[in-house]
């Protein structure tokens, strides 16, 4: 009997491997946090694909593992005291996985808490930000006539670029030379914003010194390119 039988989520989605962590995704702007950081860290798991359009998220069997219905969520089998663990929001995801490997966050306490402080900055600002402007400018709010609220997400989205660009002033990474959960974190969304949402000169993406060379940096890592694309609908 595997450790995972516990956990209901694995009777629609069966392991293909027990003794390897179980990621539960798509590869939207939040799925492709923990995809990427589990390609940079090598660790071992099976990608379970969650089709959000199917409205799969909310099927009872991932409500067990998250009951607020988003992805991504993960279940370790090896976790805390060698117990099985799930775990969904990918904030608290990217640090269990950095403290589980020791790596893409620093060991002193001061640059540790920096690095989180970051990891926040996108959690509440960049990701929700982002995704209400693509709510209002590719997606259903695109119909309505009032633009105040475009207008609205349009300026925010402006405000947390100009925010992270002057954090990137003089440094390759959010952290300074070393790219950490906080750049994992923030990838995925920036990325989503100038190419799926199709927001480059809406937000005058281009216009900004540090933020574009900065992804592409981020872009250049093999990990990343192979997290951008895990799991896909086909």
Known sequence: MSKLDEFPITKRWPPRHPDRIQLYSLNTPNGVKVSIMLEETGLAYDAHLVDIGKDESHLPEFLSLNPYGKIPAIIDPSGPGGEPLGLFESGAILLYLADKTGTFISDDPAL?????????????????????????????????????????????????????????????????????????????TVHNLITFYGARDLVQYDSLSNVPNWLDRALDRPAVQRGLEIPRVA
């Not at 600002?125 to 207008?151: C, N, S, T, V």
């Not at 609205?152 to 030379?177: F, H, N, S």
Request: aromatic fraction near 14%.
């Open 112 to 188: 540790r808490w920096e690095t989180i402080q970051w990891l926040f900055f996108q959690m509440a600002g960049i990701g929700p930000m982002f995704g209400q402007l693509g709510y209002f400018h590719k997606f259903a709010g695109k119909e309505i006539a009032d633009k105040r609220p475009l207008e609205r997400y349009v300026g925010q989205t402006k405000r947390l670029l100009k925010v992270l660009d002057e954090r990137l002033a003089g440094r390759d990474w959010i952290m300074g030379t070393d790219y950490t959960i906080a750049d994992i974190a923030t990838i995925g």
